[in-house]
């Protein structure tokens, strides 16, 4: 299987642990993206590298939450102290750009369920 | 904030019949992307529309894109069990910006 790939599918923590998610994407995409859904809701962008590089951080990303993607390849996002509000669908996408044009189709992996108790 | 609004927000419908669900945007947009959901998964990229075209085609699907009102529609012909999902549309904003901007989803339910 090539797609994107997420570990662990799911998570139970206690208030206050810290946890850590990990996302492996497709082979050749350079970029890769965080985004969390809640119940009911459409996925929020958190972050997205570009190769090694952490280009941009959602205002959702508190200073609790650190994202690393160490040469370039899978990535790993870390919560600290979790917080019953941390709950959610952590889902990663990773995509390339057409050179020469302006689209860039995101892929999907199957998620990380987080829940806090 | 969530820039895409979906309407409606559920559909029911049965087998065979199609299902249409639209998507409102707030801002000028790069290109824009639906996707499917079932219930606790990932998303399945179903098609993306660039902001030049009018109107693209994948199988059983069929989107639209009116730039000048700032929606686009999804058509799901001759209805399966199996497109029984959420729906998504998102929106890559126009700049060198690649987050995708999703709106809260329409559940559709498509009975045997």
């Known amino acids: 299987d090539t797609g994107v790939s997420q570990n662990p599918r799911h998570k139970i923590t206690k208030r206050g642990q810290n946890v850590t998610f990990r996302c492996d994407p497709i082979s050749e995409h350079n970029r890769l993206y965080w985004y969390r859904q809640t119940l009911g809701q459409g996925p929020e962008f958190l972050t997205y590298?570009?190769?090694?590089?952490?280009?941009?951080k959602s205002r959702l990303l508190s200073d609790r939450f650190s994202a690393e993607r160490p040469k370039g390849s899978f990535s790993t996002l870390e919560i600290q102290r979790t917080e019953q509000g941390d709950s959610a669908m952590y889902l990663c996408?990773?995509?390339?750009?057409?050179?020469?044009?302006?689209?860039?189709?995101?892929?999907f992996g199957p998620g990380t369920r987080l829940t806090v108790l | 904030s969530q820039q895409g609004e979906e309407d409606p927000q559920a559909l029911s419908i049965q087998e065979g019949e199609n299902a249409t669900m639209n998507c409102s945007y707030k801002?000028?947009?790069?290109?824009l992307q639906w996707y499917r959901q079932n219930s606790g998964r990932g998303l399945v990229h179903l098609i993306l529309i660039r902001s030049n075209e009018r109107e693209k085609h994948s199988g059983r699907l069929r989107v639209t894109l009116d730039t000048s009102k700032k929606s686009s529609s999804l058509l799901i012909t001759a209805s399966r069990a199996a497109d029984t999902a959420s729906y998504f549309c998102?929106?890559?904003?126009?700049?060198?910006?690649?987050?995708?901007?999703f709106g809260a989803g329409t559940t559709v339910t498509v009975r045997a």
């Open positions: 998102a929106t890559d904003l126009r700049s060198n910006d690649y987050k995708l901007s």
């Open positions: 801002t000028s947009i790069n290109n």
């Open positions: 996408a990773s995509s390339t750009a057409d050179r020469g044009l302006e689209t860039d189709t995101q892929y």
């Open positions: 590298f570009q190769n090694e590089a952490q280009l941009e």
